[in-house]
């Protein structure tokens, strides 16, 4: 099973958005079954899960003391993918998660503010030694500030090719449930998270080779 972390020092990243989307992005890629577990106090990534009718992708319910022996028993289960949903902070609890991730993904919004912030959580996942890649969240269409920031987080790490922008598809789909994927199918920001997703599959089959080869 891989396992994919998404981790961010700073709050309103898009970071439980990017993890239901991702998750089901997955589902219709072929490439679950995926399942989703949301570390995060505020509860965000399980609220949007709570009022949803699909079956899949499933929500798994652990504390952090029993997450490696749930993600083993998930993996035995015979889940394709685990999605992880992290507190918007810097501790050592977020390590216990990042050191069991085959990727870590670090939403960022292009903004001096967010730039500036991410540095805390890049320092947790090269510490615990952990494979990761930025993607761009919330981008404003054709804005400099966007190309300005892809350019400044290549310079520490991989950045994801596709950008997801701040489009109206997103909130809205959230409220019920979905996702753009299934809200929109045919439209772009749909188009962005299938190409996402393709992305970080490819990072976490590189990754648990990799981490398998280790071993």
Same mark, same amino acid.
């Given at each position: 099973?891989? @396992?994919?972390?998404?981790?961010? *020092?700073?709050?309103g990243s898009s970071k439980s958005s990017l993890a239901a989307h991702l998750a089901v992005a997955a589902e219709l890629a072929g490439?679950? /079954?995926?399942? !989703?577990?949301?570390?995060? /106090?505020?509860?965000? !990534?399980?609220?949007?899960?709570? %009022?949803?009718?699909?079956?899949?992708?499933?929500?798994?319910?652990?504390?952090?003391?029993?997450?490696?022996?749930?993600?083993?028993?998930?993996?035995?289960?015979?889940?394709?993918?685990?999605?992880?949903?992290? /507190?918007?902070? @810097?501790? #050592? *609890? @977020?390590? *216990? %998660?990042?050191?069991?991730?085959?990727?870590?993904? @670090?939403?960022?919004?292009?903004? /001096?503010?967010d730039l500036r912030s991410v540095g805390g959580t890049v320092d947790i996942v090269r510490r615990e030694g952990r494979p990761f890649?930025?993607? %761009?969240?919330?981008?404003?269409?054709?804005?400099l500030l966007t190309v300005q920031a892809m350019a400044a987080l290549s310079e520490h790490g991989r950045v994801a090719p596709i950008?997801?922008?701040?489009?109206?598809?997103? *909130?809205?789909? +959230?409220?019920?449930?979905?996702?753009?994927?299934?809200?929109?199918?045919?439209?772009?920001?749909?188009?962005? +998270?299938? #190409?996402?997703?393709?992305? %970080?599959?490819?990072?976490?089959?590189?990754?648990?080779?990799?981490?398998?080869? #280790?071993?």
């Amino acid at each position: 099973m891989k @396992i994919l972390v998404l981790a961010s *020092a700073k709050g309103g990243s898009s970071k439980s958005s990017l993890a239901a989307h991702l998750a089901v992005a997955a589902e219709l890629a072929g490439d679950g /079954p995926a399942v !989703l577990l949301d570390l995060d /106090p505020q509860g965000s !990534l399980a609220s949007w899960w709570n %009022v949803r009718k699909a079956e899949s992708p499933v929500m798994a319910t652990t504390s952090l003391a029993e997450l490696p022996g749930k993600l083993k028993a998930l993996a035995e289960a015979g889940y394709a993918v685990a999605i992880l949903d992290t /507190p918007p902070a @810097i501790t #050592e *609890a @977020i390590r *216990a %998660v990042v050191r069991l991730g085959d990727l870590v993904l @670090i939403p960022v919004k292009p903004s /001096p503010h967010d730039l500036r912030s991410v540095g805390g959580t890049v320092d947790i996942v090269r510490r615990e030694g952990r494979p990761f890649a930025f993607v %761009v969240t919330q981008a404003k269409s054709n804005a400099l500030l966007t190309v300005q920031a892809m350019a400044a987080l290549s310079e520490h790490g991989r950045v994801a090719p596709i950008v997801m922008h701040d489009r109206v598809d997103y *909130a809205g789909s +959230m409220t019920d449930g979905r996702t753009v994927l299934e809200t929109s199918p045919r439209g772009p920001a749909a188009a962005e +998270m299938a #190409e996402l997703w393709k992305f %970080v599959l490819t990072r976490l089959n590189e990754n648990t080779k990799e981490r398998k080869a #280790e071993k």
